[in-house]
């Protein structure tokens, strides 16, 4: 047997599994499992892939200088303050590299996105989480989880998988509570489908302070996660510092071409967000009619939950949408057994998951 063997803390990593994407027997399922744009890329987008086609024997540029001066444009930021990875992963991977090593702890929501988790145990620091209520980050128990070995909080802001938020007002008193030597990251992967006039991704959060960060994605509203393809903002010494960590060309040349063009497409953007305001909320009310629990959601997602009892249960719910051909999200590994979530589709497709629903509780 060989000898050499990963640092320790690796081995005990549970691998991420990400959403399912096939049922046998459908040659296209639908797919409610991975939380991406329901109309799918923009065509600008689409048509500035192809064009990259031709160029794909050149190195990108290493710096992503157009595409940080297209979203500096569009958010209204200064370009100097962004870092584009490959996928907002990449980002926060770096960060917790760059801030938190053996020994150290890093904190999130007690049901916050996996992979904080395995970024930490990664470096060999331990990840800490806050209890919730109902399913919503507590701040007082977040901060009463600070020990002076935490040096990285991630918020998922909508956090996924429950749909809930934290107000402009309450991650503004999170970050009061935090030693100045403690990294805030705000994960907005979400962001661009929130409307509420309470809520903040976390720009004005990083301009008053050296010690936040916000993350942001093109995976979800912009449909391009088969790319790749997120950015951060943060303040001038913490890009310079991952600008020093990542890699000379992490964000692809043809994963460039389309974010730029996909900024551009606001009229994309746009039919994207008002699929989701009207889906949403008509998804929400058919599966309460059903008498299923569906908790708030602000994101292109909602989190249903099922009674614990065989046949009823969550693990029955997802074998009979598999059956229908519909792919939802197993929740198991957040410690949401009893729930599904299920990402916000077209309306063939939301119609489709309520009757799915409907026949399993058998109201159809």
């Known amino acids: 047997m060989s000898t050499l063997k990963p640092r320790p803390g690796i081995q005990d990593i549970a691998p991420y599994v990400g959403g399912k994407d096939s049922i046998p027997g459908f040659d296209k399922p639908t797919k409610l499992s991975s939380n991406e744009g329901a109309l799918g890329p923009s065509p600008r987008a689409m048509e500035a892939y192809k064009k990259a086609a031709a160029e794909l024997h050149r190195y990108p540029e290493g710096g992503s200088t157009d595409l940080r001066d297209a979203i500096g444009r569009h958010y209204g930021l200064d370009p100097a303050r962004i870092v584009c990875g490959a996928g907002s992963d990449e980002l926060i991977n770096l960060l917790v590299r760059a801030y938190l090593g053996p020994g150290e702890e890093l ?66 008193a999170l970050h009061d509570g935090l030693p100045k030597n403690v990294l805030l990251v705000i994960d907005a992967a979400y962001a661009e489908y929130v409307s509420r006039n309470d809520y903040s991704a976390g720009v004005e959060l990083v301009d008053a302070a050296d010690n936040v960060v916000m993350t942001r994605t093109f995976s979800k509203i912009y449909g391009l996660g088969g790319l790749r393809l997120g950015w951060m903002y943060a303040s001038p010494a913490i890009t310079d510092t991952i600008n020093r960590l990542r890699q000379p060309f992490n964000v692809n040349l043809a994963a460039q071409a389309a974010g730029i063009a996909a900024l551009e497409d606001v009229a994309h953007t746009d039919a994207q967000r008002t699929n989701n305001d009207i889906w949403l909320p008509w998804f929400t009310k058919e599966v309460t009619a059903l008498g299923l629990h569906v908790y708030p959601s ?36 957040y410690g949401l057994g009893d729930c599904l979530r299920i990402t916000i589709g077209t309306e063939q497709e939301m119609r489709a998951a309520r009757d799915a629903l409907a026949r399993f509780v058998g109201k159809a």
């Open 107 to 172: 904190l999130y929501s007690a049901h916050g996105f996996l992979m904080y988790a395995i970024n930490a145990k990664g470096v060999g620091a331990t990840a800490v989480t806050a209890p919730e209520k109902d399913l919503r980050g507590d701040i007082q128990a977040l901060l009463a989880k600070v020990t002076p070995k935490t040096k990285v909080v991630c918020i998922a802001n909508p956090n996924n998988p429950t749909g809930s938020y934290l107000t402009r007002e309450e991650l503004k």
């Open 298 to 333: 602000v994101g292109n997602f909602v989190l249903v939950k099922f009674p614990k009892e065989d046949g009823k249960d969550a693990v029955a719910a997802n074998a009979a949408m598999l059956k229908a051909g519909i792919i939802p999200r197993m929740m198991v590994a």
